[in-house]
């Protein structure tokens, strides 16, 4: 079974950056759909940005233009560069990918925490 582990989190100020990757523990053959999630306390997780191949990427509207998803074709595994942060981007994070896009086969990581605070 295959594992998604992400790192990058952590604690920024707002304004600052970071970049989340997501390694895989085996091999994915593909990566069809991949993208990320985010969680904040009490909100339900909500899909932050989605790469389908072959298409252009998709985003939240509340992180268009400040985030940047792009895709690892070795790995098959997403990165997200995260810029202009803002205290309302903080949430866990989750990478998830989806090897075969008419598959309902999905691998997901266990998060990283990013928090934006003065």
């Known amino acids: 079974q295959v594992q998604l582990v992400e790192s990058g989190g952590g604690l920024v100020q707002p304004g600052g950056s970071l970049r989340l990757s997501c390694a895989a523990s085996g091999m994915i053959f593909s990566g069809d759909v991949m993208g990320w999630y985010r969680q904040a306390p009490g909100n339900e997780r909500e899909l932050v940005a989605r790469?389908?191949?072959?298409?252009?990427?998709t985003y939240a509207d509340s992180v268009k233009g400040r985030f940047t998803i792009s895709r690892d074709n070795t790995q098959n595994t997403p990165s997200l560069q995260m810029m202009s942060l803002k205290p309302e981007d903080t949430a866990i994070y989750y990478c998830?990918?989806?090897?075969?896009?008419?598959?309902?086969?999905?691998?997901w990581g266990q998060g990283t925490q990013v928090t934006v605070s003065a």
């Open positions: 790469s389908i191949r072959g298409r252009s990427a």
């Open positions: 998830y990918v989806r090897p075969n896009y008419g598959s309902s086969v999905e691998y």
